[in-house]
């Protein structure tokens, strides 16, 4: 992001010694180390956000998608309709198997 070599740091430290001093240096450099930490955890943190929201919104895309592509509703109905079929098939041979036989004639 920055170009900041050895010889600007080096820079900003002899002027940072200059203005602040040597007594209040150490504290001022924990300081800054802080909440440079700080804003990366916040940056970090905002990234992860967002990257777990595309991420939610792809996957709500994509079970979209398959939902319009193969409707488990379709599959279960055709089910419903088979098994329907299958046992009116079963108590139609039931009830005739129930019924008595027709006597037969004495014709012969």
Same mark, same amino acid.
């Given at each position: ?12 430290a002899v002027? $940072?010694?200059? +203005? +602040? ?7 001022? $450099? ?25 991420? $939610?919104?792809?996957?709500?895309? #994509?079970?979209?998608? *398959?939902? *319009? ?16 079929? #299958?046992?009116? *098939?079963?108590? @139609? @041979? ?15």
């Open positions: 992001m920055f170009d900041v070599g050895m010889l600007e740091l080096f820079l900003v002027v $940072a010694l200059l +203005v +602040v001093g040597p007594e209040r240096l150490p504290k001022l $450099a924990r300081t800054a180390g802080m909440w440079l930490g700080r804003g990366r955890r916040f940056i970090t943190s905002v990234k992860d956000d967002i990257d777990r929201e595309i991420k $939610a919104d792809e996957l709500r895309a #994509i079970l979209e998608k *398959q939902k *319009q592509n193969n409707p488990l509703h379709e599959v279960v109905e055709d089910t419903k309709k088979s098994f329907g079929e #299958i046992r009116e *098939q079963t108590e @139609a @041979a039931i009830s005739v198997k129930d019924k008595p036989a027709a006597p037969a004639s004495k014709d012969e």
